[in-house]
């Protein structure tokens, strides 16, 4: 088992009873998860044993590489997701590959994509400003 493996054991361990405790508290009719970090697959998942919906923005996004954590909680969120919500037409194939149902699925566009056009019509104030985005 390599290193990496063995520390996202350990985090997914560690780190799965975290949500319990605001999802009981709160009792929401429905959860909107966004990203793919480990907490959010461990929301979907006590979401899901809580009988409380999830809905997915960017769901069928994938890298098709399993050795990625941050795949297997992609995997792991759609399949518990009751909404999904795809950033592009090929999310929606790829959910339809993985069997999930097409009435749960939902092409809404891209939140970064949408979110930059709409600041990118403004101006920079000043000439020492830039707009950044960046991932891991």
């Not at 996202?8 to 990203?35: F, M």
């Not at 809580?50 to 809905?55: C, D, E, F, M, N």
């Amino acid at each position: 088992m390599r290193s990496t493996d063995r520390r996202h054991a350990r985090d997914v361990a560690g780190a799965l009873s975290q949500p319990w405790p605001a999802v009981l508290r709160y009792q929401p009719d429905t959860v909107p998860l966004h990203l793919r970090v480990n907490s959010t697959g461990f929301t979907a998942l006590v979401c899901a044993k809580l009988g409380i919906l999830v809905a997915h923005v960017e769901a069928g996004f994938r890298s098709l590489d399993r050795t990625m954590p941050e795949e297997v909680n992609r995997l792991l969120i759609d399949q518990f997701s009751d909404l999904l919500f795809t950033p592009s037409e090929d999310g929606n194939q790829e959910l339809t590959r993985e069997d999930i149902a097409p009435e749960k699925t939902n092409f809404v566009g891209s939140v970064m994509i949408d979110r930059h056009k709409r600041i990118s019509d403004r101006p920079l104030r000043r000439a020492d400003q830039a707009l950044v985005t960046s991932s891991r």
